[in-house]
T-cell receptor, first 112, second 113 residues
Framework: AQSVTQLGSHVSVSEGALVLLRCNYS??????LFWYVQYPNQGLQLLLK??????LVKGINGFEAEFKKSETSFHLTKPSAHMSDAAEYFC??????????FGIGTKLQVIP | DTEVTQTPKHLVMGMTNKKSLKCEQH?????MYWYKQKAKKPPELMFV???????INESVPSRFSPECPNSSLLNLHLHALQPEDSALYLC????????????FGPGTRLLVL
C-alpha cells in the first residue's frame, strides 16, 4: 500500500526565507505524488503533481518539488516565502483504485 | 469552469434531525468524492462515486447516506448524527483516469449538537 510521511507538523519561516516542506513516500509501484494547500476555512487546492517525466515539477504560486526515487522523497520548496503562503500543506500519493492518501499535513507559518 | 460548489457553507443540526449536503461540478468529471476533515487532520475519504455508481464506501456509518442523482451532482444525506460527526465535509471531483488530481469544494462546516 502507498503512504506518505510529512516531517514536521509545523514549520515557521521568516518572510523572504526559503520554504522547505518535507515529504517521504512509500510505494510498491511508481507513484503519482501531489502537494495540496489548504487555506483556513477552505477546501484543498492542488499545488503541483508528479506523474511521469521530469522529476522537478513546478506548481502555482512559485512552489516546486523534486521527485527523488533514491530517497523516496518529494519535498516542496519555494525560494522566498510570502505572508500569503501561510496555510496547511498536504503531501499526497495516488494509492490506486480511486484512492488518494494524504499525509498528516504541515502548517506553514510565515513571520514578518 | 474549474469550480466545485458546496451548499450550505455552515450547518448546525441536532442529533434527531435529517439534513443534506449538496455538491455540484460542471467540469465533466466522472468521479466524485466525499471527505470528512476534523480540525488539524488530513481529509479522510468517505465515499467515491464513479460514473454515478458508488465504487468505494470506507466503512462509513449508515447515518451517512450518499447519493449521486446525475454526473454533476453529489449529495450526502445525514440522519441521527452524533456530536463526534462535527467536522468539515469536503466534496471533490476528478477525471476518472487521474484520481489524484482532485478539485475540492470549499466544504460544509457541520456542527452536531
Amino acid at each position: 500500500a502507498q503512504s506518505v510521511t510529512q516531517l514536521g507538523s509545523h514549520v515557521s519561516v521568516s518572510e523572504g526565507a526559503l520554504v522547505l516542506l518535507r515529504c517521504n513516500y512509500s510505494s510498491s509501484v511508481p507513484p503519482y505524488l501531489f502537494w495540496y494547500v489548504q487555506y483556513p476555512n477552505q477546501g484543498l487546492q492542488l499545488l503541483l503533481k508528479y506523474t511521469t517525466g521530469a522529476t522537478l515539477v513546478k506548481g502555482i504560486n512559485g512552489f516546486e518539488a523534486e521527485f527523488k526515487k533514491s530517497e523516496t522523497s518529494f519535498h516542496l520548496t519555494k525560494p522566498s516565502a510570502h505572508m500569503s503562503d501561510a496555510a496547511e500543506y498536504f503531501c499526497a500519493v495516488d494509492g490506486g483504485y480511486q484512492k488518494v492518501t494524504f499525509g498528516i499535513g504541515t502548517k506553514l507559518q510565515v513571520i514578518p | 469552469d474549474t469550480e466545485v460548489t458546496q451548499t450550505p457553507k455552515h450547518l448546525v443540526m441536532g442529533m434527531t434531525n435529517k439534513k443534506s449536503l449538496k455538491c455540484e461540478q460542471h467540469m465533466g468529471h466522472r468521479a466524485m468524492y466525499w471527505y470528512k476533515q476534523k480540525a488539524k487532520k488530513p481529509p479522510e475519504l468517505m465515499f467515491v462515486y464513479s460514473y454515478e455508481k458508488l465504487s468505494i464506501n470506507e466503512s462509513v456509518p449508515s447515518r451517512f447516506s450518499p447519493e449521486c442523482p446525475n454526473s454533476s451532482l453529489l449529495n450526502l444525506h445525514l440522519h441521527a448524527l452524533q456530536p463526534e460527526d462535527s467536522a468539515l465535509y469536503l466534496c471533490a471531483s476528478s477525471q476518472d483516469s487521474y484520481p489524484g488530481i482532485q478539485y475540492f469544494g470549499p466544504g460544509t462546516r457541520l456542527l452536531v449538537l
